[in-house]
């Protein structure tokens, strides 16, 4: 006997949307994603179930903000079968003019994060070079 229930006849989509750790302001906001056109609540940052229909589907996800007004834009076209789940992860840039990242867990990279270490790095330098150089001329 072949049972006809919804579930067998759908599909999901986990989606875990994150950001960077030192990217705190992104707390301030919630993500929004967008599935085939259509926008899809969030209720923030964290692992969403998304129930679709068998076959092929596009997810887009970024940030509202003031300046880029869609932060971290992202999108992937998917295919999923009858009765499967797939995984995939949003990872929101360090740098808000930067593409998300938007793909298979664990694969997916802050965009501008090793640039903003970098100038971080070298911003210290310069300050404990300063507060040398106005230590010995004192």
């Known amino acids: 006997m072949v049972e006809s229930s919804s579930a067998f ?28 056109g259509v926008e899809i609540p969030a209720r923030g940052w964290g692992i969403h179930r998304l129930p679709v229909t068998p076959g092929r589907h596009r997810l887009e996800v970024w940030v509202p903000y003031v300046l880029p007004r869609k932060a971290g834009r992202a999108s992937h076209e998917f295919l999923v079968g009858e009765g499967k789940k797939l995984e995939l992860e949003y990872l929101a840039p360090t740098v808000t003019f930067a593409r998300g990242s938007l793909g298979a867990p664990g694969e997916q990279k802050s965009v501008g994060h090793s640039t903003v270490m970098v100038l971080n790095i070298v911003a210290a330098v310069v300050v404990l070079v300063m507060c040398a150089v106005l230590a010995f001329t004192s």
């Open 9 to 36: 006849r759908q599909a999901t989509v986990d989606i875990t949307l994150s950001h960077p750790a030192a990217t705190f302001l992104y707390r301030a906001t919630k993500p929004r994603m967008r599935l085939d």
